[in-house]
């Protein structure tokens, strides 16, 4: 969908919008990456905006922003296997949603996410690698033409999502994919 970019005609709806993200960002929930949902970049589950006036000069739709959510829920699943001496391997399955309304979970939106990784014991301990994957027709119940997010989120090296033509989303990223 085409960012909304009504602020470009009213400086007011602009400052109100940069003082509400201002406080999302300390007081919100946030989903995704390494410690929550790892099919998903750092903070990639949940709601996003476009946040062009935070800079200078900005085109409207060129910076996207995790703006978090009023109400949280994650689940995990992981199964841990013994390898080699102090080298282990884990299979997972991780689930997570974000939402803007207060007390309200939305259990239609699992965006789910499978993978696995590897775990070393050092004395400080464990040292780990995960390659998490979303899993296709399963970030919206009963949507599969629409689990694109709207953006791949911050860190994102690649496009994972696809359109129905099997063109990719998103905007230049990090690595310079669209």
Same mark, same amino acid.
Request: glycine share 12%.
């Given at each position: 969908?085409?960012?909304?970019?009504?602020?470009?005609?009213?400086?007011?709806?602009?400052?109100?919008?940069?003082?509400?993200?201002?406080?999302?960002?300390?007081?919100?929930?946030?989903?995704?990456?390494?410690?929550?949902?790892?099919?998903?970049?750092?903070?990639?589950?949940?709601?996003?905006?476009?946040?062009?006036?935070?800079?200078?000069?900005?085109?409207?739709? =060129?910076?996207?922003?995790?703006? %978090?959510?009023?109400? $949280?829920?994650?689940? /995990?699943?992981?199964?841990?296997?013994?390898?080699? !001496?102090?080298?282990?391997?884990?299979?997972?399955?991780?689930?997570?949603?974000?939402?803007?309304?207060?007390?309200?979970?939305?259990?239609?939106?699992?965006?789910?996410?499978?993978?696995?990784?590897?775990?070393?014991?050092?004395?400080?301990?464990?040292?780990?690698?995960?390659?998490?994957?979303?899993?296709?027709?399963?970030?919206?119940?009963?949507?599969?033409?629409? =689990?694109?997010?709207?953006?791949? %989120?911050?860190?994102? $090296?690649?496009?994972? /999502?696809?359109?129905?033509?099997?063109?990719?989303? !998103?905007?230049?990223?990090?690595?310079?994919?669209?």
């Amino acid at each position: 969908p085409a960012p909304k970019c009504a602020d470009v005609l009213d400086p007011t709806s602009a400052a109100n919008r940069a003082r509400d993200l201002q406080i999302l960002q300390f007081r919100a929930f946030f989903s995704g990456g390494p410690n929550s949902n790892r099919g998903y970049p750092y903070n990639g589950v949940g709601p996003q905006e476009d946040a062009h006036f935070l800079e200078q000069n900005l085109p409207c739709g =060129d910076q996207v922003v995790a703006t %978090g959510g009023l109400t $949280l829920w994650e689940s /995990s699943v992981e199964l841990r296997l013994p390898l080699v !001496g102090k080298l282990g391997g884990v299979v997972f399955l991780d689930g997570s949603d974000v939402n803007r309304k207060a007390a309200t979970f939305r259990l239609t939106y699992p965006h789910v996410s499978t993978g696995f990784g590897i775990r070393y014991d050092t004395p400080v301990g464990p040292l780990r690698a995960d390659l998490g994957y979303r899993i296709p027709c399963l970030q919206k119940v009963g949507d599969c033409t629409n =689990d694109v997010p709207q953006s791949e %989120g911050q860190g994102s $090296l690649f496009p994972i /999502s696809t359109k129905p033509d099997g063109s990719t989303t !998103g905007k230049t990223t990090a690595a310079g994919n669209s």
